[in-house]
């Protein structure tokens, strides 16, 4: 059972850049994708993005294109969402999770992930 533990998240003002991290524990992170998810007050939980185990894949969603990178360090077991040129409207709760095996490499459905870690919350000034 891989646990995930989110932290780096805080105060910026529009504009500011912030970089996440996703720790995790357990020997066998290596092996999972790993998606990055936020949910704002009143709304759902929503895509991010997501990088493969090796960390030489990743996709997005439209809303990140460009301005969110995710790597990853498996010798460190971490997970990291480089976040630029952030917006009021990217003010959430930022959370990482696994991808679950035998779903879809392109899914974006937080149902197809798990071991969700606890959140950290990303507050963008105007």
């Known amino acids: 059972q891989v646990q995930l533990v989110e932290s780096g998240g805080g105060l910026v003002q529009a504009g500011g850049s912030l970089r996440l991290s996703c720790a995790a524990s357990?020997?066998?992170?290596?092996?999972?994708?790993v998606g990055w998810f936020r949910q704002a007050p009143g709304k759902e939980r929503g895509f991010v993005g997501c990088i493969g185990s090796t960390g030489v894949n990743t996709y997005y969603a439209d809303s990140a294109k460009g301005r969110f990178t995710i790597s990853r360090d498996n010798a460190k077991n971490t997970v990291y969402l480089q976040m630029n040129s952030l917006q009021p409207e990217d003010t959430a709760v930022y959370y990482c999770?696994?991808?679950?095996?035998?779903?879809?490499?392109?899914?974006?459905?937080?149902?197809?992930?798990?071991?969700w870690g606890q959140g950290t919350q990303v507050t963008v000034s105007s």
């Open positions: 357990g020997r066998t992170f290596s092996r999972y994708a």
């Open positions: 999770a696994v991808k679950k095996d035998g779903t879809s490499w392109f899914t974006e459905a937080w149902t197809d992930f798990g071991s």
